[in-house]
């Protein structure tokens, strides 16, 4: 099945300085890659998300970079603000058939500091 | 419109109780889906349906059965508690599989300890 490793586990940041995640997966057969945002306590949210058919998606201050050869994608925060401290997840789905899968990675928690 | 809602937000079991969790969606979605989530262990995927009537297996279902009696409504369902399974536990929901409609919306979970 799919596999897929996040890092780092944790990230801190000053505020307005910029926050990388990676993440790499394993089944080149994925095709759907979302990030979730998920507050203490709360439930995981959708912030962005990318499709195999594309390399780079942005969304205001949150971009999504895709390497489909490489296997492997990443999450851009620029501009970093308090609100954005949160555990921050990526994911990895595949069709098959008709069920479509999303495989976590073990998030990173992320603190954007004063 | 509430989105996802699940039943209860807290549970204390003791080792080989019963119990049942449930998962509402009002958005009219084909698929839904049971995660359980552990620390530094991101979501895991327990079971999952495609439809009404219909479940299937994801990577953790061992422990665990499942019901989709209505569109609406997922039951998960833990026959005999182990401590193992103390988690908290989310409920999803997506319109479909097909691109653009599987964006997966999450309730806010349970939080079940079992001692």
Redesign the interface.
Known sequence: ?ENVE?HP?TLSVQEGDSAVIKCTYSDSASN?F?W?KQELG?????II?I?SNVGEKKDQRIAVTLNKTAKHFSLHITETQPEDSAVY?CAA?M?SG??????????TRLQVTL | NAGVTQTPKFRVLKTGQSMTLLCAQDMNHEYMYWYRQDPGMGLRLIHYSVGEGTTAKGEVPDGYNVSRLKKQNFLLGLESAAPSQTSVYFCASSLSFRKNTDTQYFGPGTRLTVL
């Open positions: 099945g996040q586990s759907y979302p979730y709360k439930r995981p949210q959708l998300d499709r997840f789905s069709r008709t069920a479509s899968k999303l495989t976590f990675g073990t998030g």
